[in-house]
């Protein structure tokens, strides 16, 4: 069996743009296989949080350090991605936290305009050497609130970000300027597309207004060079062991295991650090 490979082309366009799309870098049964994993995994829907959005329509994720030998690690530790995150830094990447997203139809809410370094900055990670990847698990389209990212933005480096509550959302003076001059893209994904993209790129998301979920598997990761002066996890700055791209389906539907560190809205007082909280 054949495997998609993250190519000097891919690294080019995450550099220029800061993020690339690579259509089914996970094949149509490799992504079948999670979400049929996720529909039978009770501890992941059980560690499931609520966020609410300013329109009262709430988001769900779970979200855990400590990935694990199940199939969402098959995925985030993968040799595809892994040797992506090698070319974009030149070293060893991290993985620094794994959510399943859960925009459920018609409740899924929304997502303020943000970028993911603007709340890891807080964890206390020097560089902004740190970047997502996202795992298509259903369709996303403009209809169930797919995400929309600022080409180029992550040129503009680090922007303060406020939190109320729980809103949160990059300074919107400085938002509404790079919507003047940058390009707006809808990330519209078919299972098993998968995006890179750098923690200083700005993005957002609109509320699920359809009668379709979209779910995705998103991995955090970090150079692990780059650790943390606060306190977090050993993970974020212990380099990956990959696993075999064969992994995923030799693992098969094995769920989150129960060694899984799940971020807890109610222990873990700053919750909001680790996750973008919706507006
Ligand atoms: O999936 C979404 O709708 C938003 C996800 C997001 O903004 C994030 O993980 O930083």
Same mark, same amino acid.
């Given at each position: 069996?054949?495997?998609?490979?993250?190519?000097?082309?891919?690294?080019?366009?995450?550099?220029?743009?800061?993020?690339? /799309?690579?259509?089914?870098?996970?094949?149509?049964?490799?992504?079948?296989?999670?979400?049929? #994993?996720?529909?039978?995994?009770?501890?992941?829907?059980?560690?499931?949080?609520?966020?609410?959005?300013?329109?009262? !329509? $709430? #988001?769900?994720?779970?979200?855990?350090?400590?990935?694990?030998?199940?199939?969402?690690?098959?995925?985030?530790?993968?040799?595809?991605?892994?040797?992506? /995150?090698?070319?974009?830094?030149?070293?060893?990447?991290? /993985?620094? @936290?794994?959510?399943?997203?859960?925009?459920?139809?018609?409740?899924?809410?929304?997502?303020?305009?943000?970028?993911?370094?603007?709340?890891?900055?807080? *964890?206390?990670?020097?560089?902004?050497?740190?970047?997502?990847?996202?795992?298509?698990? #259903?369709?996303?389209?403009?209809?169930?609130?797919?995400?929309?990212?600022?080409?180029?933005? @992550?040129?503009?480096?680090?922007?303060?970000?406020?939190?109320?509550?729980?809103?949160?959302?990059?300074?919107?003076?400085?938002?509404? +300027?790079?919507?003047?001059?940058?390009? !707006?893209?809808?990330?519209?994904?078919?299972?098993?597309?998968?995006?890179?993209?750098?923690? $200083?790129?700005? @993005?957002?998301?609109?509320?699920?207004?359809?009668?379709?979920?979209?779910?995705?598997?998103?991995? +955090?990761? *970090?150079?692990?060079? *780059?650790?943390?002066?606060?306190?977090?996890?050993?993970?974020? @700055?212990?380099?990956?062991?990959?696993?075999?791209?064969?992994?995923?389906?030799?693992?098969?539907?094995?769920?989150?295991?129960? #060694?899984?560190?799940?971020?807890?809205?109610?222990?873990?007082? *700053?919750?909001?650090?680790?996750?973008?909280?919706?507006?």
């Amino acid at each position: 069996m054949t495997y998609k490979k993250f190519t000097q082309a891919h690294l080019k366009s995450f550099e220029k743009d800061g993020y690339v /799309l690579i259509r089914e870098f996970f094949s149509p049964e490799e992504v079948a296989l999670l979400l049929e #994993t996720y529909k039978n995994d009770k501890l992941i829907k059980e560690s499931a949080i609520n966020v609410d959005d300013n329109s009262g !329509l $709430n #988001t769900k994720l779970t979200l855990w350090y400590n990935s694990g030998d199940d199939i969402y690690g098959a995925f985030s530790k993968s040799e595809r991605v892994v040797d992506g /995150l090698e070319m974009i830094w030149g070293d060893k990447p991290a /993985l620094y @936290h794994t959510k399943f997203m859960q925009k459920e139809p018609k409740v899924g809410g929304a997502w303020e305009w943000h970028q993911d370094y603007g709340y890891w900055y807080d *964890n206390g990670f020097l560089y902004p050497d740190m970047l997502s990847v996202m795992v298509a698990v #259903t369709r996303a389209n403009k209809e169930n609130g797919c995400l929309q990212v600022l080409k180029g933005s @992550h040129k503009i480096g680090r922007i303060n970000h406020g939190s109320t509550g729980e809103q949160v959302g990059a300074d919107m003076r400085r938002v509404n +300027a790079a919507l003047k001059s940058m390009e !707006l893209v809808y990330v519209e994904l078919e299972p098993g597309d998968t995006l890179f993209f750098h923690g $200083n790129l700005l @993005h957002k998301s609109d509320a699920n207004t359809s009668e379709h979920a979209r779910f995705s598997l998103i991995s +955090a990761y *970090n150079l692990a060079s *780059n650790k943390s002066f606060m306190e977090e996890p050993e993970a974020s @700055h212990t380099p990956i062991s990959k696993v075999g791209n064969e992994v995923i389906l030799k693992v098969g539907a094995r769920g989150v295991q129960e #060694t899984a560190h799940f971020l807890n809205k109610k222990k873990d007082e *700053n919750w909001k650090k680790s996750i973008v909280a919706p507006k």
